[in-house]
């Protein structure tokens, strides 16, 4: 991408890739279930006119090593050891799905440097419900799914969304995962579900707030996080009404880009009044 600038970040075992564009106040940018920082590059492009935009791949995704540990405190060692490489806190922290997951056990344990949250459907707020991710969890099972190469994660990706006019070229190719990625996936998301239930590990029970502000986003037709669990989330977080986005599934910076794009710049001019006026 012009203008961007691979890096890596050490943080204790893990080596983590990121891609850095921009500059200014930062946005850290932290990928779904699956996932990569190649599914975040179309809003690092939108943002970095703006901002200094951080995109990673989490442990053990991507081109990062290691492995995500869903403790509260693996994840906010995470989180502040990015910001820290950034040297440019305090950040707004966008989390999707795991990312999501990752960033509020980071900001309830309130990790140095975070200034702000937009958590979009993230996990940690009630059951996972999509079928096929509750398949994976079964042992075995799931251990031949992975081997029926990017038609199931292509299957799954469909499955997804609800704007499937949104899945462009680009965002397919991106399914067509490798072996190596399927298994990552498979970990991920046996780190959160056994046996078709999901596990105390990835749920979260707010024993203190986030100190800092949070706007939830969700998608209407959610099928891995049911949009009930918006609500809980703001229970659980103390936080605003959660903004629905009424024409996507799990994957509403996907669906509807436009208005994510918009929400994500409301929350940094709260976070930042000042930069309004540059």
Known sequence: MSGSEVRRIQIGAWNINAVVAGAGKPIVL???LGMSLKWWLPAVAEFSDEYLVCAVDLPGAGESTGSIVPT???CRNLVVGVIEALGAGPA???GHSLGGF??????????????????????????????LLRMLSYPVLGDLMIYSGPLGARLFLRSA????????PEIW???DASLRERKVFLDQVRLGMSWGQTTDAYRIGATAQPQVPVQLIWGRHDPVHPVADAYRAER???TGPPVIFERSGHL?????PDRFYSTVRASAAGLWPESMHL
Not at 161 to 168: D, E, G, R
Not at 252 to 256: A, G, K, L, R, S
């Open 92 to 94: 707004l922290v966008v």
């Open 173 to 175: 190719n991106l399914a």
């Open 252 to 256: 509403p910076q996907i669906e509807e």
């Open 72 to 74: 509260r405190k693996a």
């Open 30 to 32: 932290l990928h779904g």
């Open 236 to 238: 659980l977080l103390g």
């Open 102 to 131: 990752v960033a509020a056990n980071a900001a309830i344990l309130d990790a140095p440097g975070l200034g702000g949250m937009v958590l979009v459907a993230p996990g940690g707020f009630g059951q996972i419900r999509h079928p």
């Open 161 to 168: 969304v609800f704007n499937a006019a949104a899945l462009t």
